[in-house]
């Protein structure tokens, strides 16, 4: 399906014009996933940005220990659903299909959280990561305590914080640039 509408209501350079680096990055992704994310290229726009994006994006979401990756993109999609980050909801509700293995827990996180099939300790880390995308001025000792009754370590509450807050970041970089979704996210691990 080919997108008729521009990926970004800023330029999208070619990719003869990117720096090497961003275009190897680029490219290594198309390669793995077969299709190139336009978040790639609409940040591809400001290379400084893009190289600052991807590395905090990396350190966050690539992590093998602590929350699961799966975890982690279920932060984003509540966050992102709750910012009306179209973008986000939908690239990042694929990856969670991807990761969980489970078709319909992207959905259910995107509309609701509090009704989706999670855990209680899922819902906790969602609170919380809604908490900080929300109001994290509100943010006290109280929900610290209520993340540990769950077995939550002190690194994994800063992650849930810092991709909350991050992704609060994407989701206005997103709805500012009018980024639009790959028509390859929405059908991506429906059917497992």
């Not at 992704?29 to 590395?55: C, H, Q, S, W």
């Not at 009704?115 to 929900?143: C, I, N, W, Y």
């Not at 849930?160 to 929405?186: D, G, H, K, Q």
């Amino acid at each position: 399906m080919e997108a008729t509408q521009p990926i970004s209501r800023f330029p999208v350079p070619d990719r003869t014009e990117m720096p090497d680096d961003v275009r190897a990055r680029i490219e290594a992704v198309e390669e793995k996933v077969g299709f190139i994310p336009n978040v790639f290229l609409t940040l591809a726009y400001r290379p400084d940005e893009f190289r600052a994006f991807m590395a905090y994006h990396d350190a966050l979401m690539e992590k093998k220990e602590g929350l699961t990756k799966a975890e982690r993109e279920m932060i984003v999609v509540a966050t992102s659903a709750a910012n009306q980050c179209q973008y986000c909801v939908i690239a990042h509700g694929a990856i969670l299909r991807v990761r969980s293995k489970n078709p319909l827990i992207a959905d259910q996180v995107a509309t609701n959280y509090r009704k989706a099939d999670l855990t209680p300790r899922q819902r906790a880390m969602l609170d919380f990561a809604m908490k900080v995308s929300q109001e994290a001025h509100a943010v006290g000792p109280a929900d610290h305590t209520a993340l540990a009754a769950h077995g939550f370590t002190q690194d994994e509450i800063w992650d849930m914080a810092a991709i909350a807050a991050f992704f609060a970041l994407s989701n206005r970089l997103a709805n500012v640039t009018e980024m639009r979704p790959n028509p390859e996210f929405y059908a991506m691990a429906r059917d497992m």
